[in-house]
């Protein structure tokens, strides 16, 4: 899957915020100011990437309104339909023109979230970024960590994939992070296991049942 950041070069240091975010959740992005050389035709290479994305993620700023690209871009992708627009502000900028039937997000002053990108590509695109979800949790290194990855992957148990299910449920019983952490155990596993369990191996199911009732390892 491939995705293009719109955005005004005043605003880049956001645009890096969103490539990072899109990359651990399974997308290559395009970001002008990283990814143009010097001497490449510039105009020719983004709209070859307007025509190829799949994904069009619009920074939102007084800066993106008075760049005299970052609204083209807009204008053009909008004749996309098949395209997700995601359009994210900066400022309090609202979605205008072509965009405007489009509801923005605000960027908090902290910066970028992964929680802002989630839920619009994981509805659209979930084969996508439920698995790269799934690996962010099962690289947990805390509880709280753990709580905190597994939390936004709760309102798509019903969504997955039996190979989806099936890949949670492993890394859920191979990190004790995870099946030990107080909401992960009292909460996510339990509607996890509600929702999917029939869907599991039985000897992978009885394990995590048994880690999350007993809370320990299932040996």
């Not at 100011?33 to 307007?50: F, G, H, K, P, T």
């Not at 798509?156 to 019983?173: D, G, M, S």
Request: hydrophobic share 45%; net charge negative.
């Amino acid at each position: 899957m491939n995705a293009f950041i719109s955005y005004s070069h005043t605003d880049r240091q956001y645009g890096a915020q969103v490539k990072k975010v899109l990359a651990e959740l399974g997308f290559e992005s395009f970001l002008a100011y990283e990814d143009l050389e010097v001497s490449e035709e510039w105009q020719a290479r983004i709209l070859s990437e307007l025509r190829r994305c799949d994904v069009f993620v619009a920074l939102l700023s007084q800066h993106f309104l008075a760049s005299r690209w970052a609204p083209q871009e807009a204008g053009f992708i909008i004749s996309r339909s098949e395209v997700l627009v995601t359009p994210l502000s900066i400022d309090g900028t609202t979605p205008f023109g072509f965009l405007s039937h489009l509801q923005s997000r605000r960027i908090p002053d902290a910066g970028l979230t992964r929680e802002l990108l989630i839920e619009p590509l994981a509805a659209k695109m979930p084969r996508t970024v439920l698995p790269a979800l799934v690996r962010i949790a099962g690289a947990a290194k805390s509880f709280r960590d753990a709580e905190a990855q597994m939390a936004p992957l709760v309102r798509f148990f019903p969504n997955f994939t039996a190979q989806e299910a099936e890949a949670l449920a492993k890394t859920a019983i191979t990190n004790a992070q995870i099946w030990s952490a107080a909401l992960c155990r009292t909460d996510y596993l339990p509607k996890f296991i509600h929702a999917q369990g029939a869907n599991l191996d039985p000897i992978i199911l009885r394990a995590l049942q048994y880690e999350v009732e007993h809370d320990e390892p299932y040996l």
